[in-house]
């Protein structure tokens, strides 16, 4: 299923993009808004797949909406403005629908969107795995990574960066989740929807941050609960 969230802020068609997400057998409707700073809000502690985004909209439109965030989420924007498809398309848009909007216009702008993103094969596949290391493919290579070497890892939109200690990052296409399934969960632990973090390398934590070095990991409200349970087993009072 693609997890979906819908912004608009006219009544009518946000209820008329809902319905045709509840009636698409493979989406999901997680979440509607009125308001593209309800949304912004949303998004920093939860994950979707795809956003649907007016672009007309009071107090931040939805072009500026999208520029603003980071999320690997897709978008197609909804207008009444034919003029906005240029600009729409520049931010990388998987498409744009002109209202009045039918469902036909829908269904094809989703399949698409499916068939385009969401239905080809990750294709970093797992070579071996035990509890030491795992192969990842990445550029056309094969490489292992040993668990230990890991510091954190960071999501990149349809990518994940690897970052390790003493040497370059790796970049492979995987989902976070799929990442964080098959990691072993007494090493580490998801503590933003962006970040997995080592939970041996950690040394300093500052203000609901991590610090690696000169980075900052933020650990959202989703996961605070969590890292703090892995915080009082082993804090010393």
Do not use: W
Not at 59 to 83: C, H, N, P, Q, W
Not at 93 to 120: H, Q
Not at 150 to 169: A, F, G
Request: with cysteine; proline share 3%; net charge neutral.
């Amino acid at each position: 299923m693609i997890r979906c969230i819908a912004i608009d802020d006219e009544p009518l068609a946000l209820r008329q993009i809902t319905g045709y997400i509840d009636k698409t057998p493979f989406l999901q409707l997680e979440k509607s808004f009125n308001s593209a700073l309800k949304a912004m809000d949303y998004l920093n502690d939860n994950e979707v797949d795809l956003m649907f985004v007016d672009i007309n909209m009071p107090d931040l439109t939805g072009l500026d909406f999208v520029k603003s965030i980071s999320t690997s989420a897709k978008v197609i924007f909804t207008t009444a403005y034919r003029e906005y498809g240029y600009e729409g398309f520049q931010l990388d848009a998987a498409d744009y629908l002109v209202k009045p909007i039918g469902y036909p216009d829908f269904l094809k702008a989703v399949t698409k969107t499916k068939e385009r993103f969401f239905s080809k094969k990750e294709v970093t596949e797992t070579v071996e795995k035990n509890d030491r290391y795992l192969f990842i493919k990445s550029e056309y290579k094969i490489v292992r990574i040993d668990f230990n070497d890991i510091t954190y890892i960071e999501s990149m939109r349809d990518y994940v960066r690897i970052h390790l200690d003493n040497q370059k990052p790796i970049m492979a296409l995987m989902g976070m989740k799929k990442m964080e399934d098959f990691l072993p969960k007494s090493d580490f632990m998801r503590v933003h929807r962006s970040f997995i973090v080592n939970l041996n390398k950690i040394s300093t934590i500052e203000r609901n941050r991590i610090i690696f070095g000169k980075d900052y990991i933020p650990i959202s409200e989703q996961y605070k609960e969590l890292f703090q349970e892995f915080l009082d087993t082993r804090f010393l009072k």
